[in-house]
């Protein structure tokens, strides 16, 4: 599970930050943006992991 996989990589970071690198962070497939078929897209582990500047609104 990828957010297992974060958190793991992250202990500091928030269900809320997780949830945002998850949406963020992978390859778009299909059509452009998040779709019913392929969701946010496929997930992409290494931007994932890499460092991350998570801007708050």
Do not use: C, F, H
Not at 10 to 16: I, Q, R
């Amino acid at each position: 599970d990828l957010a297992a996989l974060i958190k793991s990589a992250k202990p500091w970071l928030s269900v809320d930050d997780i949830m945002k690198i998850i949406e963020y962070t992978p390859d778009d497939i299909g059509t452009a943006g998040r779709d019913d078929y392929a969701g946010y897209g496929r997930i992409n582990t290494q931007r994932a992991l890499v460092p991350y500047k998570i801007i708050k609104k």
